[in-house]
């Protein structure tokens, strides 16, 4: 298969993620069903349940009020193996601004639960944090699996068979590195096949793409890396407001940095922007971390 194949392959398995279906049980909540990525590790993909709760949950209003914000936490660690049912709670709908909440379920008991927020478009004021400069173009940097000799084969293909092409500006956090260790990092970032127009379709999928790299400000602090034997990290909850319409398949910058950790968790805050300057979004997620002594 050809890079270009593989890449719109990639996307296409996204895209069947994210295609619900809907199912004709019903109680006082929506219901509806998807399937997961396989993962070597066996574990669903945080940004996958996020991004299908939310497609779920604008599944329910019309186009017109899109979601600005949304606030979710990660209960249980999900299979990929097993499909998902998501059930969305109609919760309020006024003149200008609707609640939803999405809770995800595998084997009867909710592994992620999330409320959302949508407004109609509105004027009003207007301002917003500038891209930071200095940051190289992403034309200039490696894909993240071309700068890696001696990862692991199941993780390598991780790497590879992600719908999205993540570029790290500086070193990739998979690997030890001699690096700076400092809270805060810059990734470039798009899905690697172009997207339906469905504005709907890339605002989840923006969402799937915020749950990945937002991590790596904490890790990168204490020079600790993804394949350190005996780290274990968890999204413990997730935050994402949505500022500015923006497509995933075009470049993304997401800046990112980790005002603090204490008592085993460690929080991230990101800003993501278009190449342009545009803020897109703003993210916010604490994670559980356990560092193995010594390391």
Known sequence: MSAESHAIRTVEQLLEVLDLDSTQARTTEDIFTGASHPMPTGRVYGGQVLAQSLIAAERTLPE????????????????SAQGITIAVDRIHDGRSFSTRRSQAYQNG???????????DEDPGVEHSEP????????????PDEDTLDGLPGGAMRMLTDRAADIRHVGHPLYLPSDGERTPRQAVWMRMRAPLPDDP????????????????????????????????????????????????????????????????????????????????????????????????
Do not use: C
């Not at 017109?64 to 299979?79: E, T």
């Not at 008991?109 to 407004?119: E, L």
């Not at 278009?274 to 997620?285: E, H, I």
């Open 109 to 119: 008991v909710p592994i992620f639960s999330m409320i959302a927020s949508f407004q």
């Open 64 to 79: 017109d009020r899109p979601v600005h914000s949304m606030h979710g936490y990660f209960l249980r660690p999900g299979h």
């Open 131 to 142: 891209l930071p400069e200095g940051v190289p173009a992403p034309e200039m940097i490696k």
């Open 200 to 295: 709907r379709l890339h605002r989840a999928a923006l969402a799937y793409l915020s749950d990945m790299t937002i991590q790596e400000s904490i890790l990168r602090a204490h020079g600790v890396y993804w394949a350190l034997p005996g780290l274990k990290v968890a999204s413990l909850d997730h935050a994402m407001w949505w500022h500015r319409p923006a497509r995933v398949d075009e470049w993304l910058l997401y800046v990112q940095e980790s005002p603090n950790a204490r008592g085993g968790r460690g929080l991230a805050t990101g800003r993501i922007y278009t190449r342009d300057g545009a803020l897109v979004a703003s993210v916010a997620q604490e994670i559980m971390i356990r560092v193995p002594e010594g390391a």
